[in-house]
């Protein structure tokens, strides 16, 4: 066998120990991680719930979510701890610089229309807007013909509903 022939099947070889070697540094980093962890600490779970760790045991962590709600987690779980900073601005918003010039969103689009009687309905803006009918239609009644017909008019064929041969 020569170089040549060989070559791909070592390239191969080669890729594949590389991408495990990468996977088992990120284990081990993430287990490492998981066996530092303290009572008080904010983490991130793989699901996105940010908590504080309560007590932590063999293969479990019990994390409160909200105060006074405990859950019982696997240490697996754990996707990220954070420092004290970023937790209390994840969580509590604390840290938020509030003195940015961005614009106050409201909670309501009332505010965002212009007229200065947006609260007011129109009578008592004093306006004579048109009311919107958003009923139904009335539909023909059985005896009144439907629009395009007029009364007593055959079909053309000749031949009326429920005969045999009608369309």
Known sequence: ???????????????????TRSAKKKQQAAAQMRDHLVPGTGV???????????EIGEDTITLEVAPGVHAIYAKN???????????????????DDLTIDTPVVPDDAS??????????????????????DLGKKDEPK??????GETKG???????????????
């Open 1 to 19: 066998m020569n170089l040549v022939t060989l070559l791909p099947f070592i390239v191969l070889i080669g890729a594949m120990f590389l991408m």
């Open 44 to 54: 991130r779970t793989i699901g996105g719930m940010y908590a504080t760790v309560k």
């Open 77 to 95: 779980s754990i996707g990220a701890v954070l420092d004290d900073a970023e937790y209390n601005r994840i969580v509590h918003g604390i840290g």
């Open 111 to 132: 505010s965002l229309t212009l007229d200065k009687d947006a609260d007011k309905t129109a009578d008592e803006a004093g306006t004579d807007a048109p009311k919107l």
């Open 142 to 147: 059985a005896d009144e013909p439907k629009d």
């Open 153 to 167: 008019e055959e079909p053309k064929d000749g031949k009326a509903d429920g005969e045999a041969g009608a369309k």
